[in-house]
């Protein structure tokens, strides 16, 4: 059974670092570009980060761009998102996504095929 699931999520202080895990189970991260993602309550979902399966290509969104960071560990089909300075506004559940090699779509609407259910961030001014 394919499977993403997050972890990593809490509350903080404005300022605070957290890092959020993805980890796949039932299939292979190799082959998958992973794409982190969040939903503020009331707003829509948008694209916070994609990288692509050969780490040749990696996006952030400019809300986040200089404060996070994402990367990859194959060996642990794990894909992490390390979140510095955060912010109030980074309050958010945030979910990862994993789809075939490259971070497609428009803009940072990237197109995943498999979504894990979501962590929740809460950060506190």
């Known amino acids: 059974q394919v499977q993403l699931v997050e972890s990593g999520g809490g509350s903080v202080q404005a300022g605070a670092s957290l890092t959020l895990s993805c980890a796949a189970s039932?299939?292979?991260?190799?082959?998958?570009?992973i794409g982190w993602f969040r939903q503020a309550p009331g707003a829509e979902r948008e694209g916070v980060s994609c990288?692509?399966?050969?780490?040749?290509?990696?996006y952030y969104s400019d809300s986040v761009k200089g404060r996070f960071t994402i990367s990859r560990d194959n060996a642990k089909n794990t894909v992490y998102l390390q979140m510095n300075s955060l912010k109030p506004e980074d309050t958010a559940v945030y979910y990862c996504?994993?789809?075939?090699?490259?971070?497609?779509?428009?803009?940072?609407?990237?197109?995943?095929?498999?979504w894990g259910k979501g962590t929740l961030v809460t950060v506190s001014s």
């Open positions: 996504g994993a789809a075939l090699y490259y971070c497609s779509g428009y803009g940072t609407l990237w197109d995943m095929n498999y």
């Open positions: 039932g299939f292979t991260l190799d082959d998958y570009a």
């Open positions: 990288i692509s399966s050969s780490e040749s290509t990696i």
